[in-house]
């Protein structure tokens, strides 16, 4: 079995940053690509940001240069720095991570994370 656990999340001003965290334990062989999604009230859930095992990486248009996502190999750990952050930004942001276990290759959720933008 794999468990996420996502942190990080809160309120903050607009142009302000946040760091979201997610880590994954469990019988963890290796983790191939991690991603980090937001769903918005009456929105459907969309990618944010995405990392593969290479470290190369994908953004959503409306997030780049602002957000940047990395991970720690050794830690089993993907972050997400978000900066200038807007009212628009605010969602539950979930990590979503490809991993190869002893039950297979699977795709696992967090429990997601609330990130609110307010004055």
């Known amino acids: 079995q794999v468990q996420l656990v996502e942190s990080g999340g809160g309120l903050v001003q607009p142009g302000g940053s946040l760091r979201l965290s997610c880590g994954a334990s469990g019988s963890i062989f290796s983790i191939y690509t991690m991603a980090w999604y937001r769903q918005a009230p009456g929105n459907k859930r969309e990618l944010v940001a995405g990392?593969?095992?290479?470290?190369?990486?994908n953004y959503a248009d409306s997030v780049k240069d602002r957000f940047t996502i990395s991970r720690d190999n050794a830690k089993n750990t993907m972050y997400l720095q978000m900066n200038s952050l807007k009212p628009e930004d605010t969602a539950v942001y979930y990590c979503n991570v490809e991993v190869k276990a002893t039950i297979g290759v699977r795709r696992y959720w967090g429990q997601g994370t609330q990130v609110t933008v307010s004055s």
């Open positions: 990392i593969d095992d290479g470290g190369r990486t």
